[in-house]
């Protein structure tokens, strides 16, 4: 008998990491439709690569000799505990480390931001062979390491605790889906090494007020119990800050603005319970950000510390009558 | 920034005869008599503060708080954030050279000023010293017309500031603020419908407090604008103007350094940036002449490029910057004071603000006090690009790529470092202006002294040599302020 984990494991968030170079090398993840099942722990390490070569200085785009290509490495232990099937649990625990490939300016690396996220299905409806839901989810991260902030681009983050909160809607119809999110970003302010700074004013303050932040996702594809195929539309916009200046360096409150596209697939091995994930993206438009691109790969296993028959769990993310 | 208000333990009534910088004499320039306080001309000036007081708003008591912390030091405000704002090195040509910001255009890019260390500390020096002179001025006359301030005069004007004892024409706020004005249009004459915006504002608040009546203002500006032109004529003769140098210069720099038998300085941008500044070492000094800088203050020259203790010190730079702590990146970014900052020159200033703020001092103290910091920081200044541009030695990286810096590498020699002769000078003035504490400011100095090691972008002996020759030319302010009449 097939085992029924590879259902399952269709429901293992998709672990996308979004890099968006200065933004901050957060991962951006659990934009997607999947729940996981009660007392079911899907846990696994991802690696990812991303750089650029040409940066949006305000709104002009540019390269710079000094810096050459910026580079983002990121190594990431991700995990989601289903605390019930409509209500999860996840966390990221990132490793990040920069390099410019010309100048002077020395890489970073470091524990970058912890981030943890409720998720949670609000509502969910049949609808003939459809199947559509609502989820809320509300996060929080919050730095790891006392990183300096202060030497953007190559700050391994921008060091400010965020509260996330998060509506989305997923519809999928046989296989194929569509999942749209908005999330606003509450950031905290940001302490950096130094008493001034320069705005668009003199502050004197080692204080910096981050603006919040907003993104707008969309995903659609073909979701089958063996494979997930994805585009991903993303938005990244900064409510607030300021540009960078004509050849000026950027700095924690920018006007960081990206509009990225990109593709995920996730294929679950003949492994019970093993799954791997791949993704691309790159980044179309921009304002005071890198335009990258990015890959990531990882590998993921779920842990069942449910003591129910498998055969009895309900997919949530099928329709009834499959 | 909120500073108390300005509320002398001293008021320094005397300060007219302090000894000016520039001045021949504190009443070189004439002020009119003023008209009397019994004259309907006066009374019509008083119903003007009334007019101003009938209905003070919240914002209007915020501004009169604000320029009540003291001309000196809220002109002083200004510049720094006109330097920083203006603290941004040209973007290249498309065929690699960069272009040259230039006064008689400053708004086209590349904008002027690039106001990088060199030039702020010649900024600084020339609105401190502007100040200090205005006030010499003010202060005289004050005492010869002896008028009356308003509320003593109409005992219903109400007083939102400290009452000064001081005669009060002319306004030695509007003395101050009127050289202020003129120094920065000549520095930042791109800015000038701010700065103005930021003197109406000024002059209102004195109104509105009740401090100053109009002919006070306007005897005091017209009197510091006066002052102000002695000093944008030394300015424009001072060489500053011909210490961007020019191609011939930069090769040459380059093939004496050769000729010596060293390794010359080399721009670790690309595309290869001209030296900052390279003919800055040739600017006139406030403290000493030409000869004084060679003879007794000029460093010797730095371990040879080639001799093993400059081996050395290229080792210990990597070895601190390969196991730098964050304690050490925290130092290094706390005195970066790089782009788009207000220099080493403008954080020593920021640093004497605070101090001077709690010391009570009067108007003309704080003028005097900053002029001694600002005479020795941009002699600093001066003394320390004769260095780098005599000797023009390389920095760290040039000869140990492996070295990376954690917050960014200036483009101009090593050798001395310009933020340990800044800090030397300044931790000397600062330490005679309040001896309390003298042992804080030599600490602060080194730390950003050695704050430069630890940023990967200069050798030991930069720092040591640079805070030694920092501390010599502090010694000249020193010995001015002794005999300046203000002790």
Not at chain 1, 105 to 134: E, N, R
Request: hydrophobic share 40%.
């Amino acid at each position: 008998m097939k085992s029924t984990l590879p259902k399952l494991l269709l429901k293992i968030f998709f672990c996308n990491l979004l890099l968006l170079c200065f933004i901050s090398a957060k991962a951006q993840t659990d934009i997607d439709g999947l729940m996981m099942e009660k007392k079911f722990f899907c846990v696994g390490p991802t690696a990812g690569y991303s750089s650029w070569k040409n940066y949006w200085e305000g709104t002009l785009k540019r390269d710079n000799l000094n810096l050459g290509r910026v580079s983002t490495s990121n190594f990431m232990l991700m995990g989601n505990y289903g605390i019930t099937s409509k209500l999860n649990l996840l966390f990221g625990l990132p490793y990040v480390k920069t390099k410019a490939s010309a100048g002077n300016m020395a890489g970073q690396k470091g524990l970058q931001d912890l981030s943890l996220l409720v998720k949670w299905v609000a509502y969910q409806k049949h609808i003939g062979k459809a199947d559509f839901k609502t989820f809320l989810m509300a996060g929080y991260s919050t730095p790891l390491s006392n990183y300096n902030a202060d030497f953007l681009p190559l700050s391994i983050g921008l060091h400010s605790k965020n509260v996330t909160m998060r509506l989305m809607a997923d519809y999928q119809r046989n296989h194929l889906f569509a999942t749209a999110s908005y999330t606003y970003i509450a950031r905290s302010n940001v302490t950096i090494d130094r008493y001034t700074y320069y705005t668009t004013e003199m502050h004197y303050s080692n204080e910096v007020r981050m603006p919040d932040a907003s993104q707008l996702s969309f995903r659609a594809g073909y979701r089958s119990e063996t494979l997930i195929a994805e585009a991903v539309f993303n938005q990244w916009t900064t409510l607030g800050g300021f540009d960078i200046p004509r050849n000026g360096m950027p700095f924690v409150s920018n006007k960081m603005n990206a509009t990225s596209i990109g593709v995920n697939l996730k294929y679950e091995t003949p492994v019970n319970g093993l799954s791997v994930i791949a993704n691309g993206s790159t980044t179309i438009a921009g304002r005071n950000v890198g335009q990258s691109t990015g890959f990531n790969a990882g590998v993921f296993y779920i842990f069942d510390f449910s003591k129910k028959i498998k055969t009895e769990k309900k997919s949530a993310n099928k329709p009834e009558n499959k | 920034m909120n500073y108390p208000m300005i509320n002398p333990v001293r008021v320094d009534a005397n300060a007219g005869t302090w000894k000016p910088i520039l001045l021949t004499a504190a009443n070189e320039f004439p002020v009119v008599t003023p008209i009397a306080t019994a004259s309907p001309d006066y009374v019509i000036q008083l119903n003007e503060i009334k007019s101003f007081q009938q209905n003070i708003t919240t914002e209007e008591r915020k501004l009169v708080q604000y320029w009540g912390a003291g001309a000196v030091l809220r002109w002083n405000e200004i510049m720094r954030e006109l330097v920083a704002l203006h603290n941004l090195a040209p973007y290249q040509n498309p065929d690699g050279s960069y272009p040259i910001p230039s006064a008689n255009n400053p708004l086209a890019y590349p904008t002027f000023p690039f106001s990088n260390p060199p030039y702020a500390c010649r900024a600084y020096a020339y609105l401190s010293t502007a100040q200090y002179d205005a006030c010499i001025g003010a202060y005289f006359y004050k005492q010869q017309f002896n008028r009356a301030a308003p509320f003593t005069v109409d005992a219903t004007i109400q007083t939102l500031l400290p009452k000064s004892t001081l005669p009060s024409y002319p306004s030695e706020d509007a003395t101050v603020m009127g050289a202020s004005v003129e120094i920065l249009k000549l520095l930042f004459p791109g800015d000038q419908d701010y700065i103005n915006q930021r003197a109406e504002e000024h002059k209102r608040a004195r109104l509105i407090a009740g401090a100053n009546v109009r002919s006070d203002l306007d005897a005091g500006e017209v009197l510091g604008k006066a002052i102000a032109a002695k000093f944008i004529a030394r300015a424009r003769g001072d060489r500053a103007g011909a210490a961007v140098g020019n191609a011939t210069v930069w090769a040459k720099l380059k093939s004496d350094c050769i000729a010596r038998g060293e390794t010359p300085w080399l721009s670790q941008e690309t595309p290869e940036r001209p030296p900052m500044l390279p003919v800055f070492g040739a600017v006139k000094a406030f403290l000493f002449d030409s000869l004084t800088l060679v003879n007794s203050i000029r460093p010797p020259a730095p371990p040879s490029t080639g001799s093993q203790k400059f081996k050395d010190e290229t080792e210990e730079v990597y070895q601190i910057t390969k196991n730098l702590t964050r304690e050490q990146l925290r130092i290094a970014n706390f005195w970066a004071d790089g782009v788009r900052t207000y220099t080493p020159p403008g954080h020593w200033n920021y640093i004497a603000a605070n101090d001077f703020a709690q010391q009570n001092f009067s108007e003309a103290r704080w003028a005097r006090n900053m002029a001694l910091l600002n005479m020795s920081l941009i002699d600093a200044g001066v003394v320390c690009w004769d260095a780098k541009n005599l000797y023009y030695n390389p920095r760290p990286m040039q000869v140990d790529p492996r070295i990376k810096t954690g917050i960014g590498l200036p483009n101009f020699p090593s050798y001395i470092s310009g933020h340990s002769t800044f800090s030397g000078a300044a931790a000397t003035v600062l330490g005679y202006i309040i001896p309390a504490r003298a042992q804080a400011y030599k600490d602060m100095a080194t730390e950003a002294s050695v704050s430069r090691m630890y940023g990967g972008i200069h050798f030991r002996s930069d720092c040591e040599v640079g805070v030694i020759t920092g501390n010599k030319v502090g010694a000249y302010a020193i010995a001015r302020g002794r005999i300046d009449g203000a002790e």
